[in-house]
């Protein structure tokens, strides 16, 4: 490990807590969307479909987009900030890697199919496969969910490293 300035340990420390915070504001989000929202839109559908509506509902959409962003600059960032110390460095990759696979499945699972239901909100009925489908949409949900909380969890650990850092 190369030597360290103090300032470039502050930088680290910064973007290391900004991104641990934004992951704990997500964590939140999330946290109240399954136990909250997804509840509600899943009650009796098709009828509960019309909250999942852009302009009609509550869509989360724009949130989440943002959200996500922010936290993945972040992220990034403090992975930058990190690189010169080794053991921060490798473990925020491996909780990137773990990350972005969750953020996959969320792109290719999650967001087509809560795109699906929020065409099937004008419909009079819905079928049996899709009442299944939302039934395993909400229990991979909170595999999802539990997921990122346990990387969020893997952020401490490395605060507290990072900081050992500074004496």
């Not at 395993?136 to 952020?155: D, E, H, M, P, Q």
Request: proline residues 4%; hydrophobic residues 55%.
């Amino acid at each position: 490990m190369e030597s360290l300035t103090a300032t470039y340990i502050t930088r680290a420390e910064i973007w290391l807590c900004i991104t641990t915070l934004l992951y704990f504001l997500m964590n939140g989000a999330q946290i109240f969307e399954t136990l909250i929202f997804v509840p509600k839109w899943a009650s009796s559908p098709p009828d509960t479909f019309k909250f999942l509506q852009d302009g009609k509902g509550t869509s989360l959409k724009f949130f989440w987009i943002i959200l996500h962003s922010l936290h993945e600059l972040a992220f990034i960032l403090a992975i930058i900030f990190c690189w010169k110390i080794d053991p921060v460095r490798n473990w925020l990759l491996a909780l990137f890697i773990i990350h972005a696979a969750v953020r996959v499945w969320t792109l290719t699972f999650f967001a087509p199919n809560i795109i699906q239901f929020q065409s099937l909100a004008s419909s009079s009925s819905i079928s049996e496969e899709i009442v299944s489908r939302i039934s395993l949409w909400k229990t991979l949900n909170y595999i999802r969910v539990a997921i990122y909380i346990v990387i969020s969890i893997g952020f401490i650990p490395l605060c507290i490293k990072l900081f050992t850092f500074r004496q």
